[in-house]
């Protein structure tokens, strides 16, 4: 990033990670100065939400880069490259919860419509197997390189997936 002048000097932001914020630019602790007609050209500035505004102050940005899932771009931006929106699923993300992320059911619509197999512990498995009927759990044995055959134990289960919108 350039030197920040006051009326001078445009500033590029490169990197950093501003996920589920709304990053605010004049920051003299980092350096970090932003004003109307700098470029923004890398970053993570991705939301939780779909169609979320952040920047609001910015009426006029040049964004040449960065991860932009879920922001709404403000009316004066110039924009070089995609802003995609996706419907994120907490089953996915159960970290973001925290962040704001609402969270889904369990059979929420980012749910597929076909049970896959999903590799588990032995006591997930063996609880699975108690209350599942046979044919939800499998165990399958893979000879490693020096001819060992450890077993992996398998459960049939929903998986999710965010959703392009």
């Known amino acids: 990033m350039d ?3 006051p009326g001078g000097i445009v500033a ?7 996920s589920f914020q709304d990053p605010e630019f004049e920051d003299d602790r980092t350096g970090t100065h932003v004003s109307d007609g ?7 500035f991705s939301q939780h939400t779909p169609g979320t505004e952040i920047m609001k102050g910015y009426a ?6 960065g991860n932009w899932t879920n922001v709404k771009p403000q009316p004066g931006w110039t924009k070089r490259g995609g802003y995609p929106q996706m419907e994120r699923c ?7 919860v925290t962040h704001g992320l609402t969270v889904c059911k369990d059979d929420c619509a980012h749910r597929r419509a076909v049970k896959e197999w999903t ?3 032995v006591d997930e498995f063996r609880e699975a197997k108690a209350s599942m009927s046979a044919n939800h759990v ?4 893979q000879p490693d390189a020096d001819g060992v055959r450890d077993p992996r134990y398998l459960k049939r289960v929903y998986t999710y997936a965010d959703k392009g919108i």
């Open 3 to 5: 030197d920040y002048i």
């Open 12 to 18: 590029t932001i490169t990197h950093g990670n501003w």
């Open 38 to 44: 700098d470029t923004i050209e890398g970053g993570n």
């Open 60 to 65: 006029s940005l040049t964004i040449q880069g």
């Open 90 to 96: 907490s089953h996915v993300h159960p970290g973001w």
């Open 119 to 121: 590799e588990v512990n």
């Open 138 to 141: 499998k165990i399958e044995e």
